[in-house]
């Protein structure tokens, strides 16, 4: 498993084990005690959205990286291709 989804994995087992404990030690009545359950909820979700769309975010900033150095890349052997050709030319000119 990668990184990002162990933390996740573990941040949700840790949420899951918080709101289990909170109903269990609960001093509220039931309907007090879903408010604050589905406000946990709720705030868990946006915790986890928000850690999902800065994780795309890297991801997308690590692709165009990877990408560019690709370009370039491709452009030095292009390059390098065009001198290489270049010198063969020249070479076979002054060979007659």
Request: charged share 30%.
């Amino acid at each position: 498993m990668s990184k990002v989804a162990n933390i996740l994995v573990g941040f949700l087992a840790g949420a899951a084990t918080g709101v289990a404990t909170g109903i269990l030690v609960a001093p509220h009545k039931g309907t007090k005690t879903r408010k604050i359950i589905k406000g946990k909820v709720v705030d868990t979700a946006k915790s986890v959205t928000d850690s999902i769309s800065e994780q795309i975010d890297n991801l997308e900033e690590k692709i165009k990286n990877i990408q560019k150095r690709a370009e370039e890349g491709a452009e030095t052997v292009v390059n390098a291709a065009k001198k290489a050709e270049e010198a063969v030319k020249s070479s076979a000119k002054t060979s007659k």
